[in-house]
């Protein structure tokens, strides 16, 4: 059973524009929260983490946000650029200690 | 510093033939991972090693899957009898872990380039 869920599949975005990647999870022991990126070919890469404790997180164009009571998070990336297309995973621990559990990726194109 | 090493990149063989993915994780890394990718269940969890004892195999789909790590350095995933369904890309991850009692572990994982596997 899918514990962490990412519903959209895909997601079009413009050039300098806002993208909002979106993430659910399940289980509430989970206590951080990741975001690979992946380009096809390649294997996924660390982009950003939150920890539980906190809200949010931001590192240059990327922030995510957490809200623990809807478990939900969410992955910001202002202003967006042609580079930033790639599938991006959501993922979490905390329950089985170690392992990642990962959504099934969002497909972003960011058109020039 | 080299990252993760997979290897092959690509394997195509037929079905009930024997497959053998291979995995040089990060040195100084103590953690390693298979995870298996597909479209209709993204990236699963396989198993994982820490300090080269599997740790968490239950996300392994059934008997014809098997993987050791014999030492730091190495680890195989072996399918046998692959199985069409088995078609996927494989991917191996390290992490700089401190072990199971550690503390102040982000859960980065640092990932291969992955192996494709076509089972026909």
């Known amino acids: 059973d899918q514990q962490v869920k990412q519903n959209s599949p895909s997601l079009s975005v413009q050039e300098g524009r806002i993208s909002i990647l979106n993430c659910d999870y399940t289980?509430?022991?989970?206590?951080?929260f990741l975001w690979y990126k992946k380009y096809p070919a390649e294997g996924p890469t660390f982009l950003i983490s939150i920890s539980s404790i906190k809200d949010k997180n931001e590192d240059g164009r990327f922030t995510v946000f957490l809200n623990k009571s809807a478990k939900h998070l969410s992955l910001h990336i202002v202003p967006s650029q042609p580079g930033d297309s790639a599938v991006y995973f959501c993922a979490a621990s905390g329950d089985s200690g170690y392992a990642l559990n990962f959504g099934k990726g969002t497909s972003l194109l960011v058109t020039p | 510093d080299a990252g993760v090493i997979q290897s092959p990149r690509h394997e195509v063989t037929e079905m009930g033939q024997e497959v053998t993915l291979r995995c040089k994780p990060i040195s100084g890394h103590n953690s390693l991972f298979w995870y298996r990718q597909t479209m209709m269940r993204g990236l699963e969890l396989l198993i994982y090693f820490n300090n080269n004892v599997p740790i968490d195999d239950s996300g392994m789909p059934e008997d014809r899957f098997s993987a050791k790590m014999p030492n730091a350095s190495f680890s195989t995933l072996k399918i046998q009898p692959s199985e069409p369904r088995d078609s996927a890309v494989y991917f191996c991850?390290?992490?700089?872990?401190?072990?199971?009692?550690?503390?102040?572990?982000?859960?980065?994982?640092?990932f291969g380039e992955g192996s494709r596997l076509t089972v026909l």
């Open positions: 289980n509430s022991m989970f206590d951080y």
């Open positions: 991850a390290s992490s700089p872990r401190l072990g199971l009692a550690g503390g102040g572990d982000t859960g980065e994982l640092f």
